[in-house]
């Protein structure tokens, strides 16, 4: 290596000679290490069933009429604000009448809107439910009958609540532990 003087500071010159030398020994060695900052975590949302306040309630329900199933299924409410609800409507035909030869036949018609939801509120044990059916009666379906039911029911895990209305209308509720 030379050194000169220039000006007042001490400058060192490198020959190319010595480059090589110094090249040869670097291709030997490894790099040194490069240092990378890692990438800002990634946080996922909590899952809806991590949250005790959205989490969705499993319910069954059995709706019956005279003791005749109209409908049974399970239903799933959002807490504490999430309603679910079921709605069918059946049409069908008769038994044959006298009357159904000018009419060309007499309908049954049966219509069920089901809701049930958390109360407002409460805690997740409180439930309002709405029930309204509707169906055909008298000979040759010469009217129909509705009722409704509205309450507010508590309902424990592995609870079970029925609750009966007019028309013999009941509607059973249960929750699994």
């Known amino acids: 290596m030379m050194k000169a003087l220039i000006g007042w500071g001490l400058v060192s010159l490198v020959l190319p000679s010595t480059m090589a030398v110094a090249a040869e020994q670097d291709a ?3 790099p040194p290490p490069v240092r990378v900052s890692p990438p800002p975590p990634i946080v996922a949302p909590a899952a809806r069933s991590e949250l005790n306040d959205e989490a ?18 399970m239903l799933r409410v959002g807490s504490p604000y999430g309603n679910a609800s079921f709605t069918q409507s059946k049409v069908d035909y008769a038994e044959p009448c006298e009357e159904a030869a000018r009419n060309r036949g007499e309908r049954s018609n049966e219509r069920l809107n089901f809701t049930i939801g958390s109360v ?8 309002q439910i709405n029930l309204d059916l509707t ?10 009958s509705s009722v409704g039911l509205r309450r507010t029911v508590t309902v ?12 013999g209308v009941s509607v059973t509720l249960m929750r699994s532990k």
């Open 120 to 127: 407002r509120g409460e805690p997740t044990e409180q439930f």
């Open 56 to 73: 969705a309630i499993p319910v069954s329900v059995r709706i019956e009429r005279d003791s005749a199933l109209v409908w049974a299924g």
């Open 28 to 30: 030997s060695s490894p």
């Open 156 to 167: 424990k895990p592995g609870g079970k609540v029925r609750e009966e209305g007019e028309g």
């Open 135 to 144: 169906w055909t009666t008298g000979a040759c379906g010469g009217g129909t």
